[in-house]
């Protein structure tokens, strides 16, 4: 039995993932977490990365190394998405990274990336579930996966991620009416797209995986996060919608203490609801499922299947 660790180096997050193979499944979770990196923070539009974020991130990645170390983990895999491959200086912070930890961080594009998200989607789908439309929320991108039986049919990522929209519109705490229509304006255009790919494929029920999800399903369940590894379950759309009413009321220093709300989210996940009730709306979404599983579960997946 092998032991890996895959890092998903996101534009918010820095994910990691430990695990053995295993041959009952592809793999046997043994450690996940997930630290605040703001990788895009100040220069997303400006495709650069500044010099306190390439900090925070070098940080985070020496804090995985321990983690990694104690696990006498056998191969580590590193994925850098939306923020690394968009700076024109990303050489220079995977140069760095492997000057000091030795790791080599392989930047993917948009389309590998909805291609591996739904890699690690598919683990958890259950078997009898139609077509779907997968949605995966990021800090950079956001990407979009239309799947049924195993298999992607069509797929496209946007560069409309959570972060980018707030460098880009004021929001107030708590949000106004005005600041949340200027949001569904900044996801309008990318809806549209996909209303009609919706439409080509008959599609009522959407997938939403990991990140904002896990927290809005960790709200609904009163759940405190991270306790426990779900298997997809379905989050009702009139409770969603309940718990996007309370999000875009509260302040942050309220939000933070909802149970179930993880820190590193407070801030983010209101335009993260909006976003999701937003779509659920003009897309006609009846059905949303959520799944723990997504970029960081696909790596694992592919890595120890070309061992």
């Known amino acids: ?61 020496r804090k995985h190394a321990s983690t990694i170390d104690q696990f006498k983990v056998d191969k580590v895999k590193i994925i850098g998405t939306s923020a690394l491959r968009g700076a024109t200086n990303s050489n220079d912070f995977c140069n760095l990274v492997q000057k000091e930890l030795g ?18 989607v598919d683990l958890s789908l259950p078997a009898n579930l139609g077509p779907c439309l997968i949605i995966d929320i990021g800090g950079g991108s956001i990407e979009f996966i239309v799947a049924q039986n195993h298999t992607i049919h069509w797929k496209k990522s946007f560069n409309t991620g959570i972060a980018r929209v707030i460098e880009a519109i004021e929001i107030s705490d708590p949000i106004t009416l005005a600041q949340i229509e200027k949001i569904e304006k900044w996801f309008t255009p990318s809806l549209l797209e996909i209303n009609e790919v919706c439409q080509r494929f008959q599609l009522n029920t959407a997938v939403g995986c990991s990140g904002a999800f896990d927290t809005f399903m960790d709200i609904y369940e009163q759940e405190v996060p991270d306790q426990k590894m779900r298997k997809a379950s379905e989050l009702p759309i009139f409770e969603l919608k309940k718990i996007h009413q309370k999000l875009i009321e509260l302040s942050s220093e309220k939000r933070g203490s909802l149970i179930g709300m993880e820190p590193l989210r407070v801030e983010m996940i209101v335009i993260a609801s909006v976003f999701t009730n937003f779509m659920v709306n003009k ?25």
Request: glycine residues 8%; negative net charge; charged residues 25%.
């Open 1 to 61: 039995m092998s032991r890996y660790a895959v890092i998903d180096l996101g534009t918010n997050t820095c994910n990691l993932l430990v695990a053995n193979s295993s041959s009952s499944a592809s793999f046997e979770v043994l450690y996940d977490c997930k630290l605040p990196v703001k990788l895009g923070r100040g220069g997303i539009h400006k495709e650069v990365l500044l010099s306190d974020a390439i900090e925070r991130g070098l940080e985070a990645l």
């Open 103 to 120: 790791w080599s961080i392989e930047v993917i594009s948009g389309e590998l990336e909805a291609e591996l998200i739904f890699r690690g």
């Open 283 to 307: 897309l006609n979404i009846e059905h949303l499922i959520h799944t723990p599983y997504s970029l960081k579960e696909g790596v694992m997946d592919q890595l120890i299947s070309e061992e």
